[in-house]
């Protein structure tokens, strides 16, 4: 089993800036590509991000693109999600998540941080 904890949700401003952080155990990380994801209330999940295993190849959904980067550090088994220019409908819950690179579906899932963009 891989373990995921996030951390570094919070209340922010619009147009603030806040640094999601997951931290990886269990399974040896660089076998994992890794993934963002969100639910506002009310909604589905949705895809926000995604790093390959080697930290290329971040992938964006479009309302994202040119305000939030992805990043990993394998020597700490650790993805980020910086997000920039936030705006209230960036509210959710958000959570990583790890797929084999081997894989299709994404095989473990965090427990989810909040983050909450005010106007």
């Known amino acids: 089993q891989m373990q995921l904890v996030e951390s570094g949700g919070g209340l922010v401003q619009a147009g603030g800036s806040l640094r999601l952080s997951c931290a990886a155990s269990?399974?040896?990380?660089?076998?994992?590509?890794m993934g963002w994801f969100r639910r506002a209330p009310g909604k589905e999940r949705e895809f926000v991000a995604a790093?390959?295993?080697?930290?290329?190849?971040?992938i964006y959904t479009g309302s994202v693109k040119g305000r939030f980067t992805i990043s990993r550090d394998n020597a700490k088994s650790t993805v980020y999600l910086q997000m920039n220019s936030l705006k209230p409908e960036d509210t959710a819950v958000y959570y990583c998540?790890?797929?084999?690179?081997?894989?299709?579906?994404?095989?473990?899932w965090g427990q989810g941080t909040q983050v909450t963009v005010s106007s």
């Open positions: 790093i390959s295993w080697s930290g290329g190849s971040p």
């Open positions: 269990g399974r040896p990380f660089t076998n994992y590509d």
């Open positions: 998540a790890a797929r084999h690179y081997f894989m299709a579906e994404y095989d473990y």
